[in-house]
């Protein structure tokens, strides 16, 4: 089987890529992967083995039809993770949104169309549904996006959906939770206070700290695409959660509480001109139907990663080019020995 993963060197792709390669899921054992990414910010070539006789990587844009019409011909499924992701970004240049997540999956689509290719799955945001003050949404809830990145998200539900209607592509889509993890852009918010207190820097809350989200970890994640990819149905969307809802403020307080430092490290900073209260995820529907579970718990997962920052500094510390290194050194309290993260094989 030859599986080919758009978007596979960045922070969910590229851990999909690594556990497909290590033979993590039934069904995709000793399956060849090819990963086609564009290798903007938020990606990194090294998060991929720089060698495996099972992996093909192409540096390429999914807007360039040309590419796509010669990569595509004898894969047998796409796992579509490119996009651009960043709220903030969005808001700022909302047209880098539209162009890749939009135009991207529809060119995308069309490709795997006239390739034939068997089986898509298209990987969305809980995002797309807007904010929920009370419940949680299902998978036929109104789509309500409200920032760019959001709407750029739903529209390219859409787009895909439609190629299923239209031209029977046996495709799904996925909606997942927040996601954190090793590898994760420092833009996002765990790694971000994370690395910001691993630099003698200050965590900084938007508002009053009070949007709430809901945590899922990566490999969980994937394992949930997984089993969509081997069993979901087409036409069909899965919301993928994870039980944990925290407030941004809380989430500091579990992460301020890992380092042994006090609130005093945090600041508080405008909020931002969109910003959800809460997002919450139903997901009866891939738990019923494909029996996903998800099987690490939240403490123990901010543990794992918060190790994995603290000893993986050269893998994010461009990002902090004028910093402190070594700011709370090996004072920080209480870690419990590393999973070990399905990692790239040099």
Known sequence: MRILVTGGAGFIGSHFAR???????VGFEGCHVTVVDKLTYASDRNNLPSQHPRLTFVRGDICDRSLLADLLPGHDAVVHFAAESHVDR?????????ETNV????????ACARAGVGRVVHVSTDEVYGSIT???????????PNSPY?????????????????????????????????????????????TSLLTGGDITLHGDGGAVREWLHVDDHCLAIALVLAKGRAGEIYNIGGDVELSNKALAEKI???????????????????????????????SEELGF????????????????????????????PDARTGAL??????????????????
Not at 90 to 98: L, R, T
Not at 256 to 284: K, N
Request: proline residues 5%; contains cysteine; positive net charge.
């Open 256 to 286: 301020l509480r890992i380092a042994g430092v006090g609130w005093e490290r945090v600041r508080y900073v405008a909020d931002r001109r969109v910003q959800d209260q809460r997002y919450s995820l139903d997901y009866t529907k891939i």
């Open 19 to 25: 556990s497909l390669l290590n033979g993590r899921y």
């Open 103 to 110: 135009m991207g999956s529809h060119h995308l689509m069309a």
């Open 134 to 144: 009370d419940g949680s949404w299902t998978e036929r809830c109104v789509l309500e």
């Open 90 to 98: 969005s808001i700022d240049d909302p047209a880098p949104f539209f």
């Open 150 to 194: 959001a709407a750029s998200k739903a529209a390219s539900d859409s787009v895909v959906r439609s190629y299923w209607r239209t031209y029977d592509v046996d495709v799904s889509i996925t909606r997942c939770a927040n996601n954190y993890g090793p590898y994760q852009h420092v833009e996002k918010v765990i790694p971000r206070f994370v």
């Open 293 to 320: 579970v998800p099987q690490i718990r939240f403490t123990d997962g901010l543990y794992e990663v918060f190790h994995w920052y603290r000893e993986n500094r050269a893998w994010w510390a461009h990002a902090y």
């Open 329 to 346: 050194g090996n004072s920080v309290r209480g870690l419990p020995a590393a999973r070990a993260v399905p990692a790239p094989v040099h």
